[in-house]
């Protein structure tokens, strides 16, 4: 089977592409960039230069492909809205892949996205959603919530070096899954016919607060965090003043995403039917805690060696002054 992955660059379609080619996939990657993506070649991946706002550039991208995976989205420093590269750029890239006659298309959605319609880019995967499901393709609708990568630049980093952890006053405990586990999900549904025409979560065990976040770092780096609580309507004012610039607007769009999190409803959903469906065992997938706790392990060692690398040229320098001294 020949696979398409499209947003094989950011933080989940690299474990995608990663996933696909241990599994022994023949994976072309859709790229706006190829020296940005030259990792991909380097493991493996075709490349395949192309824009979703450009349809004349996928059908090159669709040839002799058997499935795609899709799992872009637009950045917030994307100089394209999310309007054009999440629906008309997957409106463009649906459409070639029926004409293509590539059957299979997995997209990775998020949790709850009907919901939420007054937040742009969860009205825009719904529509997306809807128009995959009226395609004709053989559809998979994945819908991950959070990411654990994230969490590392958001909490660890900062409490680890002494900064500031910012966090909204009321945020919605969220269940966080492994991008790497993730990627299982979507290779599997390759392979099993019955997640066919399904929509599925792909989420953690449990929702985890920003507080209890926060706990578990403090536990495990053995330091405090300093915490400030920004209130939701300074974050609303933010985000009225980037709408009036274009070049802000997806910053604008992805502070509206903060009213999923402002609601403090738990983004978690029931995984049975997904992993009965993919055959996957719940057991087999990394937790919040494993995640951090190697994550600190792993930085504190570092930390122990490079102070004691420092501490050993200190001394060397001391004995080469009493060897040496000066008249």
């Not at 669709?62 to 054009?84: F, P």
């Not at 997209?107 to 997306?128: G, Q, R, W, Y």
């Not at 933010?238 to 738990?266: C, H, K, M, S, Y």
Request: glycine fraction near 6%; charged fraction near 25%.
């Amino acid at each position: 089977m020949s696979v398409l992955i499209v947003g094989a660059t950011g933080t989940l379609g690299r474990q995608i592409t990663r996933r696909a080619l241990d599994e022994g996939y023949k994976v072309r990657c859709l790229v706006r960039s190829s020296r940005r993506a030259a990792f991909l070649k380097e493991w493996g991946a075709e490349l395949v230069t192309g824009n979703l706002c450009y349809p004349e550039t996928l059908p090159a991208a669709l040839e002799g492909v058997t499935a795609v995976i899709d799992a872009a989205t637009a950045r917030a420093t994307d100089s394209l809205s999310i309007r054009q590269i999440d629906w008309i750029g997957k409106v463009n890239l649906i459409q070639a892949t029926k004409a293509a006659g590539v059957d299979r298309y997995i997209f990775l959605s998020i949790l709850d996205a009907e919901k939420f319609p007054n937040v742009p880019l969860m009205e825009i995967k719904t529509c997306t959603e809807k128009f995959l499901a009226e395609s004709g393709l053989d559809y998979t609708i994945l819908r991950p919530c959070g990411f654990l990568q994230g969490l590392i630049g958001q909490y660890a980093i900062p409490i680890l070096e002494g900064q500031g952890v910012w966090v909204m006053g009321s945020t919605a405990p969220t269940a966080y899954m492994d991008t790497i586990d993730i990627a299982k999900f979507a290779v599997q549904c390759l392979k099993v016919p019955e997640s066919i025409s399904k929509t599925l979560p792909v989420v953690g065990s449990k929702a985890w607060s920003a507080d209890e976040i926060i706990k578990l770092c403090e536990r495990l780096s053995g330091k405090e965090a300093r915490v400030t609580k920004t209130p939701i309507g300074v974050v609303r004012a933010t985000r009225r003043i980037a709408q009036f610039f274009q070049w802000t607007w997806n910053i604008a769009d992805r502070l509206a995403f903060t009213e999923v999190v402002a609601t403090g409803r738990p983004l978690v959903a029931p995984m049975d039917e997904t992993y009965q469906i993919l055959n996957l065992n719940p057991q087999e997938m990394t937790t919040l805690e494993s995640y951090m706790q190697e994550y600190f392990s792993r930085i504190l060692k570092k930390l122990k060696e490079v102070e004691y690398a420092q501490e050993q040229a200190k001394k060397k320098k001391e004995r080469t002054k009493k060897a040496y001294p000066r008249f």
